[in-house]
């Protein structure tokens, strides 16, 4: 079975520019969750979306968006990148709504905004 | 203030030896705790998944309890190996299913 995966594996961007990054959770997951992890720092919660809706943001700007699809692949958007935006991007899956089962990690996006 | 708090920041042991870290946490009202191991540059792997019954649990030579009295929980590693070098979470997810993450314990076990 398919775990989940995120692409592009790696991204190099420059200041201002718009960076899209997607996730395909594991299949029977309705819930995918998006965190930043910038380098030698903990896991900083992003995006929480759950059959299609936003449950949960955390203290990002808005620039930070998001979607989820019927399919329940999600897609994090990131607006007028800065240099602090340079990051290991993970996206992990689970099944939903408010059991919070465990959570399965991909392997990650890691984005670099020169 | 973070309510998943984890020590130490870091510590480095050697090959054969044993280590433990700590979590504390005010998390209310709990649902569970799980540990991950994240190797540098990859996606965190579940560990062990505690909820609020169980005290213990393990999982090869990982072994983590819970005291949901007190709001701890401990990762002990035994016979610690090379590749247990590694960034190790604390998280603890709240009966709305929210989650909140410690800041890890970074583990670097020296020959």
């Known amino acids: 079975e398919a775990g989940v995966t995120q692409s592009p594996t790696h991204l190099i961007k420059t200041r201002g520019q718009q960076a899209t990054l997607r996730c395909s959770p594991i299949?029977?997951?309705?819930?995918v969750y998006w965190y930043q992890q910038a380098l030698g720092l903990g896991l900083q919660f992003l995006l929480w979306y759950d059959e299609g809706e936003e449950r949960n943001r955390g203290n990002f700007p808005p620039r930070f968006s998001g979607r989820q699809f019927p399919n329940y692949s999600s897609e994090l958007n990131v607006n007028a990148l800065e240099l602090e935006d340079s990051a290991l991007y993970l996206c992990?899956?689970?099944?939903?709504?408010?059991?919070?089962?465990?959570?399965?990690f991909g392997e990650g996006s890691r984005l670099t905004v020169l | 203030k973070n309510q998943v708090e984890q020590s130490p920041q870091s510590l480095i042991i050697l090959e054969g030896k044993n280590c433990t870290l700590q979590c504390n946490y005010t998390v209310s009202p709990f649902s569970n705790l799980r540990w991950y191991k994240q190797d540098t540059g990859r996606g965190p792997v579940s560990l062990t998944i505690?909820?609020?019954?169980?005290n213990t649990k393990s999982n090869g030579r990982y072994t983590a309890t819970l005291d949901a009295d007190t709001k701890q929980s401990s990762l002990h590693i035994t016979a610690s190996q090379l590749s247990d070098s590694a960034s190790y979470i604390c998280v603890v997810t709240d009966s709305w299913g929210k989650l909140q993450f410690g800041a890890g314990t970074q583990v670097v076990v020296t020959p």
């Open positions: 505690m909820t609020f019954s169980e």
């Open positions: 299949s029977g997951h309705t819930s």
């Open positions: 992990a899956s689970s099944f939903g709504g408010r059991y919070t089962g465990e959570l399965f």
